[in-house]
């Protein structure tokens, strides 16, 4: 199994009263997961679907086998689970919109999974290039999104099979709005370049000093999963 450091950095923005982001970041029996959520700054309870999001996705991840699910079902499975516990906590699901970005990885099978609903961006690097997830606001207005909580989520999703992952890097729209796919490639490859072989408290430390002097009044939030070297 390939090591990997997982972690991330968050910070609220400026003028807000609370953060809306959450992010998780760990390692199971099989493998490793990092996710995402931005709770959207209309709805009042966001922070808790946010943070409902990732919770989640910690708790069922293991549960998963790769040989009989796909990236697009667990997708849907994470969608219907996150409005049952919505309700199931008294709270009104429009109260509590959000996004979500995820990776799965699975060593023992060579796959990876990535997902997207809504907002922010999802980079693999791979031994063969990089896959990028994100959103491209052809169909939405500049402050508008998809989130959990809705019928038929536009879900978009990739499935990586065979390949080396040596990175993935989820982060908000707090973070680079940028939508161009080159551009992106390029701010992974360079986080890829500056961390590759430090350890996670250096790599949240690092993320601690710039990311808060980025430009803009969002909740700022990166989360990584970075490869050591391959082994058998």
């Known amino acids: 199994m390939t090591k990997r450091i997982y972690g991330g950095f968050s910070v609220k923005g400026i003028h807000h009263s609370k953060n809306d982001d959450s992010f998780d970041a760990g390692k199971f029996s099989d493998g490793y997961y990092i996710g995402l959520s931005d709770g959207l700054g209309s709805c009042p309870l966001s922070h ?16 998963i086998n790769p040989q009989k699910e796909t990236a697009a079902s667990f997708a849907v499975q994470i969608n219907q ?4 516990k919505i309700n199931e906590s008294g709270y009104e699901v429009r109260d509590c919109l959000a996004t979500a970005l995820f ?13 997207r609903l809504g907002d922010g961006v999802i980079v693999a690097l791979t031994d063969k290039g990089s896959v990028v997830l994100c959103d491209s606001k ?17 879900w978009e999703v ?8 040596k990175a993935i890097f989820l982060w908000s729209d707090g973070v680079s709005t940028e939508g161009d796919i080159s551009e992106i490639e390029s701010i992974a490859n360079g986080l890829f370049e500056e ?9 949240e430390k690092d993320l601690s000093q710039w990311i808060p002097e980025l430009p803009g009044n969002d909740d700022k939030t990166l989360v990584f999963l970075i490869a050591g070297e ?3």
């Open 48 to 63: 808790i679907g946010s943070q409902l999001l990732v919770r989640i996705l910690a708790q069922v991840v293991a549960g």
């Open 81 to 84: 689970l996150w409005c049952q």
């Open 103 to 115: 990776a799965v990885v699975f060593e023992s099978a060579q796959t990876v999974w990535l997902s």
């Open 138 to 154: 052809e169909m939405h207005f500049c402050n508008e999104t998809n989130s959990l909580g809705e019928i038929n989520a536009p």
């Open 158 to 165: 990739k499935e990586i099979k065979g390949d080396w992952v």
């Open 195 to 203: 961390y590759c072989g430090k350890s996670r408290m250096m790599v």
């Open 230 to 232: 391959q082994t058998l």
